[in-house]
């Protein structure tokens, strides 16, 4: 069209120019055409034509797409790879220029401008190098392109999230413990999936190929968060420590393998059942019970006949009876000579003798007086005929005599009275404690067994308290009475042993 067209008609003098501005919108690409008429009056009318023409073409390119999201990668994959495409729907080449932000793992191919032609297509490739991704999780970059054309701008966002997929594999090692010789046991393990991936794993065997261990073969399929059961099993068949590896195979865009340990361990055939006696005081002339004890349970091993002997000081016990307590009490025979006391166990008796931990055996006896006032009950032997190997261990126990006269530490009880005690002093001497309501004689004197008489000492009681110290070396050796007789006729008398 003519801009500001002049008002016509219009006088033009000589040499007088006219000028007109032409402008050029066009609606569409392509060649345009048009003619300018002018037409003139006087002196000689005349029409002038003007051939107009212009050509219009555009750059318009258009993305495939905004984004380009990678998902998981694994760090066995080197690099992935994928592309947006630019389509040029204008009539003139198109010149992109390219710059990014972000991680540095992702670059772009061309790296600087990437040119369209006019009704064509050209493709920007965007590549993520996994080695360059720091550390597990998401990585992100912004790809900006930028017409030189007409200045359009345009925005790919690319994104990786490195994950590193692994079977959780529980428990492990898979430890079977103690297995006993000849005996099978089975284990569950469980294979869970914990990662974002779902997984696809293989058990592939064991490693060295192992009569002991077993499993069975399988493949399996995770998803997220699931958890499949398998059983592993042991037979014993050797004695010592055994180890092998279970090969687990996982598949996922890597592929990759574990090892779980497994172990066990069969024990050697000997057992060990702890006898013990304990310990025990008694006063002389007072039946005893020495109680023999099995410490724990032998489970394995069933006896088929057994043999005991114990020693100890004859002068300080006499045995009675020997009882088996376990099962159904009853008696066993026994022998005694020359300080050792011992039995036998048949096969009858021996049936639950290791079946559980407990009293055992009950030795009755009466105690003796002696010096020493004290004796072990020691284990001489044990023999247990089993199925099984048994090495028998032994705890020791004692017996000690209480409740006494003995030259270091005289103790002495007399019937209860108002007026008389006698209270021990711990050391070499008898203290004797009288009360007497007023001052009278008295005398202390001893008798043997058989009646010899012997006056120790005469006094003079004041009223009240009266403590009186005798030495012990005062009293013959043996059975004593302890007689004080005071003025007023009362006696009062007690029985004393005295061990020299």
């Given amino acids: 069209r003519i801009k500001d067209m002049p008002s016509l008609p219009t006088y033009l003098a000589a040499n007088e120019k006219l000028e007109l501005s032409i402008e050029y919108f066009p609606l569409s690409e392509g060649d345009h055409f048009a003619e300018l008429i002018i037409e003139t009056k006087e002196p000689a009318p005349q029409i002038l034509k003007v051939s107009l023409n212009g050509r219009f073409e555009k750059a318009a390119s258009i993305a495939s797409r905004d984004s380009i999201n990678f998902g998981y990668v694994e760090s066995c994959i080197s690099e992935v790879l994928d592309s947006v495409t630019f389509t040029n729907i204008g009539l003139r080449a198109d010149t992109l220029s390219i710059s990014h932000s972000g991680s540095i793992a992702f670059a772009t191919q061309p790296s600087r401008e990437l040119i369209v032609l006019p009704n064509d297509s050209a493709k920007i490739y965007i590549k993520a190098t996994i080695s360059e991704l720091e550390g597990v999780g998401l990585h992100t970059a912004n790809i900006k392109l930028k017409s030189k054309v007409c200045g359009d701008e345009y925005s790919i966002l690319a994104s990786a999230e490195l994950i590193v997929p692994k079977l959780l594999i529980s428990p492990n090692p898979i430890n079977f413990e103690d297995v006993w010789m000849n005996d099978e046991k089975e284990l569950e393990f469980s294979i869970s999936n914990a990662s974002q991936v779902p997984i696809e794993y293989e058990i592939l065997g064991i490693e060295p190929e192992s009569s002991d261990f077993s499993i069975d073969l399988a493949k399996g399929f995770l998803t997220v968060g699931e958890k499949n059961v398998h059983l592993a099993k042991f037979s014993a068949l050797k004695e010592g420590q055994h180890a092998a590896t279970l090969i687990v195979r996982q598949k996922t865009a890597c592929d990759d393998t574990f090892s779980i340990e497994l172990l066990a361990r069969v024990p050697e055939e000997i057992y060990y059942p702890k006898f013990i006696i304990g310990d025990h005081k008694a006063v002389p002339g007072d039946t005893v019970g020495v109680l023999v004890y099995l410490d724990s349970a032998i489970l394995r091993a069933t006896p088929k006949a057994a043999e005991f002997s114990i020693a100890f000081d004859r002068f300080l016990f006499e045995p ?32 639950g003798l290791l079946a559980e931990a407990g009293k055992k055996f009950l030795i009755s006896g009466i105690a003796l007086l002696s010096n020493p006032d004290s004796t072990a009950l020691a284990f001489r032997d044990i023999k247990i005929m089993a199925d099984k190997e048994l090495s028998p261990l032994k705890k020791d126990g004692s017996l000690s005599l209480y409740g006494y006269c003995r030259p270091s530490n005289i103790g002495i009880r007399l019937l209860p009275t108002a007026e008389l005690n006698f209270v021990s002093s711990g050391g070499e001497t008898v203290k004797i404690v009288i009360n007497s309501s007023s001052g009278q004689a008295a005398s202390i004197s001893s008798s043997d067994a058989i009646g010899r008489y012997s006056q120790i000492r005469s006094l003079k009681l004041a009223g009240g308290e009266n403590i009186i110290e005798l030495p012990t070396y005062s009293f013959p050796s043996g059975l004593q009475y302890l007689i004080i007789e005071t003025e007023g006729g009362q006696i009062f008398t007690e029985k004393l042993i005295i061990v020299r």
Avoid: G, I
């Fill in 320 to 351: 009675e009876k020997v009882e088996k307590l376990y099962m159904v009490r009853s008696p066993v025979d026994f022998t005694f000579s020359k300080d050792l006391l011992s039995f036998r166990l048949d096969s009858s008796q021996s049936v």
